[in-house]
């Protein structure tokens, strides 16, 4: 059985967006900044070990629109070129009602995302990361994730789209990591408990 991981920046308030899907808060290090390079590579080696990304319609317009091309522009740092080849390598699953075509070894899957998540959680392979609020929301009140991983930014955005839904029943955890970033990011990894 797969391992499923919900991963993502996250405000100390609980936001994984801004009003607006504002992101600029996600660097860490000030308004409108770029993660830490020890931040940034940290996300690399996640999508390298990612065996299948999960992800809903927003996040996918958002990482579609940038890294399939990040390595063929003019500037691009090693480590950006690494990102975008390892993200255009790693299998990739939207789930969208709306989007009609998907790219860089991604499948569309456009039924029910709670019923094709349990599929693939059963299949062997590598572990799977779910990103998107809406999509992870759903596997949440599905009892489908098995990790939490927070990198807390430190900064309070006052709302926004939230990291955790509304749950109709408890989910208790346990922490199995911690770590400090550069600018005061802090990554807490929690495992569910079953």
Partial sequence: ???????????????????????GWSGGE????????????????????TGLALYGRKLWEGMSSHWPTADQQPGATPAAIEFARRWRD??????????????????LVTGDAVTEITR???????????GGATLAGAAMRAGLIDEYMLVTVPVLVGGGTPFFTALDSWVYLTLVETRTFPGGVVLTRYETRR
């Fill in 90 to 107: 790693m299998p990739k699953v939207v789930f969208s009602s709306t989007t009609s075509t998907v790219d860089w070894n991604t499948r």
């Fill in 120 to 130: 693939l959680k059963a299949e062997d392979g590598g572990p799977m990361d779910i």
């Fill in 30 to 49: 000030g308004p409108d900044s770029s993660p830490s390079d020890e931040l940034f590579q940290w996300w690399s080696d996640r999508v390298a070990a």
């Fill in 1 to 23: 059985m797969r391992k499923l991981t919900f991963a993502m920046n996250v405000t100390l308030d609980g936001y994984i967006a801004a009003p607006g899907d504002d992101l």
